[in-house]
């Protein structure tokens, strides 16, 4: 099994600036690519990035030009850098990890960390 976990969330004024960092552990066999996404109160779940372990990017348009995501595979661990925040950004945010369990290395699946909260006030 994979456990992610993310971690630093908080409170920031708009315009500020947060970074998000999420660490893969477990029985990790392969990992082929990891997202952040985002669930606002009364919102849909969206994917606000992703990256697969090639390093190819993809970003929802609404964090284009403000959020940057990057991922050291040698640690397993993806992070968000979240500048120039606005209040629409608040929400839970979740890595996703996509990849294989090294006890059911056959099967593509995947795992949720628990959440970080994210607000930015007006």
């Known amino acids: 099994q994979v456990q992610l976990v993310e971690s630093g969330g908080g409170l920031v004024q708009a315009g500020g600036s947060l970074r998000l960092s999420c660490a893969a552990s477990?029985?990790?066999?392969?990992?082929?690519?990891m997202g952040w996404y985002r669930q606002a109160p009364g919102k849909q779940r969206e994917l606000v990035a992703s990256i697969t372990a090639g390093g190819r990017i993809n970003y929802a348009d609404s964090v284009k030009g403000r959020f940057t995501i990057s991922r050291d595979n040698a640690k397993n661990t993806m992070y968000l850098q979240m500048n120039s925040l606005k209040p629409e950004d608040t929400a839970v945010y979740y890595c996703?990890?996509?990849?294989?369990?090294?006890?059911?290395?056959?099967?593509?699946?995947?795992?949720w960390g628990q959440g970080t909260q994210v607000t930015v006030s007006s």
């Open positions: 996703n990890a996509r990849g294989r369990s090294s006890t059911d290395y056959y099967t593509d699946q995947n795992y």
């Open positions: 477990g029985s990790i066999f392969s990992i082929n690519a």
